[in-house]
């Protein structure tokens, strides 16, 4: 996959470098670069922002350098990328879009900061690739840069030959529409708590159906939303007898 990253903070994506990212990268899964929006700015203070029309606080990013970024990183006779551009105001990031965005072949990434990104470019944008703004959740953040890197962590590990054991991501929280089960390592018990005695039995069956009721149970406890949204069919009869 081809992930290109544009903002005024490139340093903010060091990180990238490190762990199974770091791997991804380093063995060719993940073939990422992040752009400094300032080189596409003309001007002797590399301007990025103006203030907003209708008046209020804060500025906006004006549209020249972005336009000039997404024509130098998605070029017209190239096939197009997904753009996304991080928003509290954009779709909720969910496991289900990690997935989506695993599937695509090249995702730009636009980061914000102070209010936002002029509209316009958005609109430009979207006559010539797909747009999507995303929102990390109901919270406002200073920049899109952290959003993008909790993104590109969900979708990074879903990759082929990203995870070690690919096994786990069809057993982890929302991988169905429910939380995982509480899980346990050795000791067996530790400062008077004891792991529970049925993941020590050896006995596949119940272990499986201990930690479906589990995660029903811890679903339904912190998560009621996620359990009324789960399909009918998704639920077997010894999980409404649970
Ligand atoms: N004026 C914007 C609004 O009220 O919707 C908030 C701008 S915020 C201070 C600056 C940038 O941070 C945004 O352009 C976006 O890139 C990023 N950002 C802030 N909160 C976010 C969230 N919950 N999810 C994703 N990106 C966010």
């Given at each position: 996959m081809r992930v290109d990253v544009v903002s005024?903070?490139?340093?903010?994506?060091?990180?990238?470098?490190?762990?199974l990212i770091g791997r991804a990268r380093a063995n060719g899964v993940l073939q990422l670069a992040v752009h400094d929006l300032r080189t596409w700015t003309h001007d002797v203070h590399r301007t990025v922002d103006d203030t907003p029309y209708g008046g209020g606080p804060g500025m906006v990013m004006r549209p020249e350098p972005w336009g000039e970024a997404l024509d130098a990183l998605a070029p017209v006779d190239a096939p197009p990328p997904r753009l996304l551009v991080p928003s509290p105001a954009g779709a909720p990031f969910t496991q289900a879009m990690a997935y989506e965005l695993a599937a695509e072949s090249h995702l730009l990434f636009a980061c914000g900061r102070y209010e936002g990104i002029d509209q316009r470019v958005l609109a430009h944008a979207a006559t010539r690739m797909p747009v999507t703004e995303v929102s990390l959740g109901d919270y406002v953040l200073f920049g899109g840069e952290v959003a993008v890197l909790v993104m590109l962590e969900a979708v990074t590990r879903l990759?082929?030959?990203?995870?070690?054991?690919?096994?786990?991501l069809d057993e982890e929280s929302h991988a169905h529409g429910l939380l995982e089960a509480p899980i346990y390592t050795k000791p067996p018990s530790w400062r008077g708590h004891d792991v529970p005695e049925v993941l020590r039995s050896g006995d596949h069956g119940k272990i499986a159906r201990w930690r479906r009721e589990e995660g029903l149970l811890r679903t339904a406890a912190r998560r009621p939303d996620l359990l009324a949204a789960l399909p009918a069919d998704r639920l077997d009869k010894r999980d409404i007898a649970a």
């Open positions: 005024i903070f490139p340093e903010y994506f060091a990180p990238l470098d490190l762990s990759l082929p030959g990203v995870l070690g054991n690919a096994g786990s």
